[in-house]
């Protein structure tokens, strides 16, 4: 087998994104742009793996902190030719083929590029190019082939031709070539063109007039070799991708009610029979075990259930663990270091931050739960806050098995509440309750009698 290198090009900052951030560093289906070459390329086992940065080049290389690539800089971005250019210091007499890869193209896949670069050794040409057939080629290099169809350069959209325009070939951006004939061919580019730029496309030419073979292969989905390269191009693509994801989890047994308003990034896992409502995002590397059912307006981040757990309508989680057969929602918010054991029941406009609930605790309604770690069986009434912060510091509390926390009860935190405490509704606990014991804290209750006759007859006098 003969020895192979990907080049992935990522210094441009993308002029027609208008950002401020790197342009492959966009998201798509949740993940940094760049994430796609840099994952499909492995397919073809690299010796190695070459990403040339220029712009935003440290949040590029913190980004993907992958071990496995060698990061080659372009200081000034003078074209996709220079960009490849200045890899020869880390590539310079490499033996084998080179696969140049643009940051910006996602959809390429593993079983294409096989194709492509089988193709490319069996013809064995020098440079061969990945090409499409698109209805609407704006933007894209035009493929420009000679009366026997045999490739002899690739013109820029700027710098075409009416004639030139109408092609619909386009140039995909990836390449196949031997490192031997690369790098003398870029030493042979000028930027004598419309954008002033060294265009590595030219190197088709170059090889064209040295009567060396030029190889290509055509994509038959054409979708596969689409580039963002303005904000609307990435919101087609989100959308194409959020299609193919969905139908993936639809292929392995997931139920998604409404597949147009269901958002599931790509790092995500669902077990089968779950069951997805309108309006949900999962994100990150979320974790849906089986039967699940989220039944609508749910955002997920980065959060991990166990099987057969209920998220009821509208529900925001980030970070945290839940297990099996929880019930959470309607309206509930799980923040980050939220860990919910089995069978723990989450209600209506309850918050939980930093805490961990144990197996079979309710808390149904208007609680907020922080810093905290509660027992197994435990109820914790309506309207609990647990008082965590003292305008400086964060302080825990924890509650005990089979505690029953009455209404409406502040616990000041640091405090502890033992296990088979009681405490009576309304209390403020400042203190902590040993095991099995009754906390109260409220003034004890009064009567006037006949009070409120004295009260009506003074007023109708008047
Ligand atoms: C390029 C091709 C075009 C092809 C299209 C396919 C050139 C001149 N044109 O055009 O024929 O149809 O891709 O998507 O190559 N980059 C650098 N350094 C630079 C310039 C660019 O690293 O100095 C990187 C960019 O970050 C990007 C990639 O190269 O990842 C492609 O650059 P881009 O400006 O998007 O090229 P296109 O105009 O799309
Ligand atoms: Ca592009």
């Known amino acids: 087998m003969e020895s192979l290198a990907v080049i992935v090009l990522a210094a441009g900052l993308g002029k027609r994104m208008k950002s401020d951030l790197p342009k492959i560093l966009h998201s798509l289906g949740g993940r940094p742009l760049i994430s796609y070459p840099l994952g499909v390329c492995r397919i073809l086992n690299p010796e190695r793996v ?3 940065v220029g712009h935003g080049a440290d949040q590029v290389k913190a980004t993907c902190n992958d071990q496995n690539v060698q990061w080659v800089n372009q200081a000034e971005q003078l074209g996709t030719g220079h960009a490849v250019k200045c890899t020869r210091e880390v590539l310079d007499g490499f033996p084998g083929d080179l696969l140049i890869l643009s940051g910006d193209v996602p959809f390429i896949t593993e079983k294409s590029l096989s194709a492509f670069l089988g193709r490319h050794r069996d013809a064995k040409a020098a440079v061969s190019l990945l090409t499409a057939y698109v209805d609407r080629p704006t933007g894209y290099g035009r493929v420009l082939r000679d009366a026997e169809g ?38 042979d580019l000028n930027n004598q063109n419309r954008q002033g730029e060294y265009y590595l496309p ?25 580039g963002v390269n303005t904000r609307e191009e990435l919101a087609m693509m989100e959308r ?13 047994g997931v139920t998604l009610k409404d597949p147009q308003t269901t958002y599931i990034d790509a790092g995500v896992q669902i077990g089968k029979d779950t069951i997805i ?26 959060s991990r259930f166990g099987k057969e757990s209920h998220l009821k309508f509208s529900v925001v989680i980030a970070d945290s663990d839940v297990g099996e057969k929880a019930e959470i929602g309607p309206f509930s918010h799980l923040r980050p270091g939220t860990v919910l054991k089995n069978n723990v029941r989450v209600g209506n406009f309850v918050e939980v931050k930093n805490s961990t609930i144990g197996v079979g605790t309710k808390a149904s309604h208007l609680t907020y739960i922080g810093d905290s770690t509660l027992g197994e069986e435990t109820n914790i009434g309506a309207g609990t806050i647990t008082c965590n912060y003292d305008g400086f510091e964060k302080h825990q509390t924890t509650i005990g098995d089979r505690v029953q926390i009455g209404s409406n009860t502040q616990l000041v935190a640091p405090v502890a509440v033992g296990d088979d405490a009681y405490v009576g509704a309304g209390s403020t606990i400042t203190k902590d309750v040993p095991k099995g014991s009754l906390a109260i804290s409220r003034a004890e209750q009064k009567h006037v009698k006949g009070w409120v006759q004295k009260f009506r007859d003074k007023h109708r006098k008047k």
Request: proline letters at 2%; hydrophobic letters at 40%; a neutral charge.
């Open 277 to 302: 409502g309108p309006n949900t995002h999962l994100m990150g590397g979320t974790v849906v075990g089986e039967r699940c059912r989220i039944d609508g307006n749910a955002y997920i981040t980065n």
């Open 202 to 226: 030219d190197i088709v030419r170059i090889a064209h007039r040295d009567g060396k073979t030029v190889g290509d292969l055509r994509v038959d989905d054409p979708r596969e070799m689409l």
């Open 150 to 187: 045999k490739i002899t350069r690739i013109v820029e959209e700027k710098d075409a031709s009416g004639a030139e325009k109408k092609i619909k070939e386009v140039n995909a951006g990836i390449y196949a070539v031997s490192a031997k004939f690369l790098f003398s061919a870029l030493d």
């Open 240 to 252: 194409a991708m959020q299609e193919k994801i969905n139908r993936k989890w639809m292929e392995a």
């Open 50 to 52: 070459v990403v040339v």
